[in-house]
């Protein structure tokens, strides 16, 4: 327990970010919408889960939020009272918006990544390839043709 509590302090000055445990943990802010008042561990621990996720996803404002919160266990949490507005807490943990995070970041890392725009252009550059060695291959027969017509009266 004390351990967790330490780690968390700990991660909170090195990331130079600290928590108000008094307002919602994921936005920080105070709004008119109320807070959800003693949470139980469950959510605490499903929380947590999905904010790991969602930033290893790179999903926009979790990435922020699980930095703020990196090295709070669920029980750290439970200790400090951390709570949080109803609304973020269930789109944080949307099953469905966690799956189009997922899509979202692997439609992401497959199109965006250099790796498919280099195989897009070798697959050009070898087309050019080979209609360039189909047009020398070309152009040479018909040279060797013209000599072999040519050949005898211009050599002298
Ligand atoms: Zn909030």
Request: hydrophobic residues 30%; contains cysteine.
């Amino acid at each position: 327990m004390s351990e967790d509590s330490a780690c968390c302090k700990l991660s909170v000055t090195k990331t130079n970010e600290s928590i108000d445990w008094n307002q919602c943990i994921l936005c920080q802010e105070s709004k008119r919408e109320t807070v959800v008042q003693n949470p139980k561990i469950d959510s605490y621990e499903k929380l947590l889960e999905s904010l790991l996720e969602r930033s290893s996803l790179q999903d926009g404002e979790y990435v922020a939020v699980q930095t703020r919160l990196q090295g709070c266990s669920k029980e750290t949490m439970l200790e400090a009272k951390a709570t949080w507005h109803r609304s973020f807490y269930l789109n944080a943990t949307n099953q469905v918006s966690i799956q189009r995070a997922r899509d979202r970041f692997q439609h992401a890392m497959s199109t965006g990544k250099y790796a498919s725009k280099n195989e897009d252009t070798n697959e050009q550059a070898r087309k050019r390839m080979q209609a360039h060695q189909l047009h020398q291959c070309h152009s040479l027969d018909l040279q060797q043709s013209l000599c072999q017509k040519t050949g005898a009266s211009s050599v002298r």
